[in-house]
């Protein structure tokens, strides 16, 4: 602080001024911490979402097995029966089945001699669409069984991806309040630094002020011609007191 800042204040102002870019610089870095953490936040919950991709892709596989119950059921139209009696397959069971139908169904005409007859050809065509009907009928059961774990899967996977974007709502609102906050606090410094160095300088122009009333009233104080603010003349005793005043005003100004 040099002598004359009392009469300038360009201390204070300096000091403002460098307080101002501090503030300044504060913010870019804060706002920098706000983008790295908001960005890490929905990053994290972007991958706690995509962590139930492979549950839907569960769902999914049960689907089809579902679709194709309804196509079963006649539920899609002719069209999906067509795709039902295209898909469905016997088990491996079922022509063991039917041949041990079939043989007990030969061996009971042959004990009655009617092996050849109208009526056993009719009782074999019986035994085989019941048979298939029934067979049919398992199948639709399985596919219909997958329903549930479909439901579970599909539900679980929306479930889940629906509560990590929900979760991302909290993470804008609070960067932006911290923002808020941020720009807040760096404007109100700033504003309280421009505050403090307008009163340094009225400060100083007081002091000025004051300064030349205090001159003018020893100047009012000596005998007449003994001081001039241009330098000139001066009695014995004072000589020295208004040369000084001089150099004081012309330091000022």
């Given amino acids: 602080m040099g002598i004359f800042d009392i009469f300038t ?36 919950l ?8 492979p549950l839907a892709a569960l769902g999914a596989k049960y689907g089809q097995g579902t679709d194709l119950y309804l196509d079963s059921l006649g539920l899609n139209g002719a069209a999906g029966n067509t795709r039902a009696a295209g898909a469905f397959q016997a088990g491996p069971g079922y022509r063991f089945g039917v041949d041990q139908s079939l043989d007990a169904l030969d061996r009971r005409a042959a004990s009655r001699g009617m092996l050849g007859s109208g009526n056993t050809s009719l009782d074999t065509l019986a035994t085989v669409n019941g048979l298939a009907n029934q ?3 398992n199948w639709q059961n399985r596919l219909g069984g997958l329903v549930a774990p479909e439901l579970q899967a599909t539900g679980g996977a ?8 929900a979760a991302k709502a909290p993470v804008y609102t609070n960067d932006a309040a911290q923002r808020v906050n941020l720009a807040s606090g760096v404007t109100n410094g700033i504003n309280a630094q421009a505050t403090q160095a307008a009163n340094a300088e009225a400060a100083a122009s007081g002091n000025i002020w004051g300064a030349g009333l205090s001159l ?14 241009l330098g000139g003349g001066g009695g014995s005793g004072s000589g020295g007191s208004v040369a000084g005043a001089n150099r004081m005003l012309k330091g000022i100004y």
Avoid: C, H, W
Wanted: no cysteine; hydrophobic share 35%; glycine share 14%.
């Fill in 158 to 165: 929306t479930s889940g991806v629906a509560n990590a974007y």
């Fill in 46 to 53: 972007d991958q706690s979402a995509g962590a139930y991709a």
């Fill in 216 to 229: 003018a009233s020893l100047a009012a104080g000596m005998p007449p011609g003994s001081f001039s603010l």
């Fill in 135 to 137: 067979e049919y009928g």
């Fill in 9 to 44: 204040g360009d201390s204070a102002k300096r000091a403002a001024q460098d307080n101002t870019e501090r503030l300044s610089a504060l913010k870019t870095e804060g706002i920098g911490y706000l983008n790295t953490g908001r960005d890490s936040a929905i990053g994290a």
